[in-house]
């Protein structure tokens, strides 16, 4: 008989075992990452994928049709001739993935994963390229900050090659794995920007040092960047950003960027002008920012908001939800009824996905509630089609505090999903004036809501298939585009240089204006 082990040592038993387990995983997929596949089974995952979006995707030919996206999966087998690596048929397959045209479909790239030792050391150094800001415009990649001064580049600088290699190889070629939702084209500059070095260094691995060409005023120059060491003060900062003080918890502080998701100000010394700017629907102490928010501008007795989701790649429809409240004249519904392609969708989504021994066990015994509150949650519309309950396609009183003021609202390409949704609602309701670029994501909907982890059998690459089509409440205007703005402002590059903001400018001189003319009638 087993002498039982008391409960301190059984406790840290059980942790050095996930421990074990955990770098056992790490080392068994990055020997994964780096095998070599046959053509034979790398055909199979083509054929694996595309049945399981054809099984899934509730709207898979909204922006193609099978026919031709039939002939693109058979085109991709017969160019597979060779053996690869995971690496290089997610190079091969994505691009076709993006060309169904769903901004949220997309492939798991297989970038190497670390181990806790080996992350311990990279957050004590500095990035060797995320210490700058970029744009990307067409084939051309831009520094935009250089918050230390590294190498003494300035702002305007454009990167032409790193070791060797010109830049805009790599813009053309990672440019063909982003998906957008239709035939959009606001979103790839944006989120090109944002993604250029994740794949980067998904390809070519994390380096400790590279060496980059550069051209100013027609200046070039080659330079050698170096990853770098925090020292202690640094080190000590990260510790203390990383505290989440009651400020940090309802502007949704994120100590990556050392910035906040959320914020608001007055423009004005009288406080007439609100402007909120938010940069993620995270819903994370959303509901407080928003009641305190509005109390203020009720307070204020401000005339004029302004709200501020420019490279708002989306979030939370609860948020969008509570957001809207904030703003309608009488009760409203946010969205359509949510579709799925059958009853049983919702149960496909791996409940038990990355879960450890004892996250398993504890699933186990909580699977039974999942599994009623999913099948409840589904019904058969009258067209005998699955639809998904939702808070947000049911009715919504405005909130006590609901500005009635006149409202601006900021958008650009790198306004997406949620951002989008809420955007095109407020269009199509007239409660608002949209300024600056057509967004990324599309006016009459998206298919995200909650995923099934797909993980092709040969190349184990993992393919997230979102199983909600959620739409707007609105008449669908079928352009198989982003919203678009009422009065059209563009950023040049130049502006973005010298942080002049074109768009949020053209809003405060109109609000100028229109008081001035008010108060020339009085």
Known sequence: MLKKLPTLKYFIFTLMMLSFASCTSVKKYNEQRLSIISPEKLRQDVDFAYQKLQEMHPNLNWYISKKELDFKFDSLKSTINKPLTPTQFYFKLQPVIAQIGEGHLSLKIPAKRFSKKEIKALKNTKGLFGRFEYHVEGDHLYFIEN??????????????????????NYLKKYRALISSDGYNTTFYPYYLKDVFFSFFVAEKGIMDSAKIETLYEDKKQTLVLKRESKNKEEIEKDKLDKKRTPEK????????????????????????????????FSRSFSDKFYRESFAKIKNARSSYLIIDIRENYGGSL?????????????????IKPSQ??????????????????????????AYPGYF??????????????????MKENKPTKPKENAF?????????GGSFSASSIISSKLKFDKRVTLVGEETGGANDGTVAGFYSYQKLPNS???LPIGLLLIQPNITFENTKKGVTPDVEIEQSVQDIIDKKDSQLDWVKAEINREKESTQTAD
């Not at 001064?149 to 010109?166: A, F, H, M, R, W």
């Not at 990556?256 to 959320?262: A, E, H, V």
């Not at 003021?405 to 650009?412: A, D």
């Open 372 to 389: 009623f509150y999913q099948a409840l949650n589904v019904y058969k519309g009258k067209d005998g089609v699955a639809y998904y309950k």
């Open 340 to 365: 799925l392609t059958s009853r049983v969708t919702p149960l496909k989504t791996n409940y038990f996905r990355k879960s450890n021994p004892l996250e398993y066990t504890l699933k186990s015994l």
């Open 249 to 280: 918890k309802i502007n949704d502080y994120v100590a990556s960027t050392n910035s906040y998701n959320r914020s608001f100000r007055f423009l004005d010394k009288d406080s007439t002008i609100a402007y909120m700017k938010i940069k993620s």
């Open 404 to 412: 009635n003021g006149k409202v601006y609202v900021l958008i650009n």
């Open 318 to 334: 609860y948020e969008i939800n509570q957001l809207y409240s904030y703003l309608a004249p009488e009760p409203f519904v946010l």
């Open 147 to 168: 918050k230390d001064s590294i190498q003494n580049i300035k702002p305007g600088t454009e990167l032409l090659s790193i070791n060797d290699v010109p830049v805009s």
């Open 460 to 462: 184990k690459i993992d």
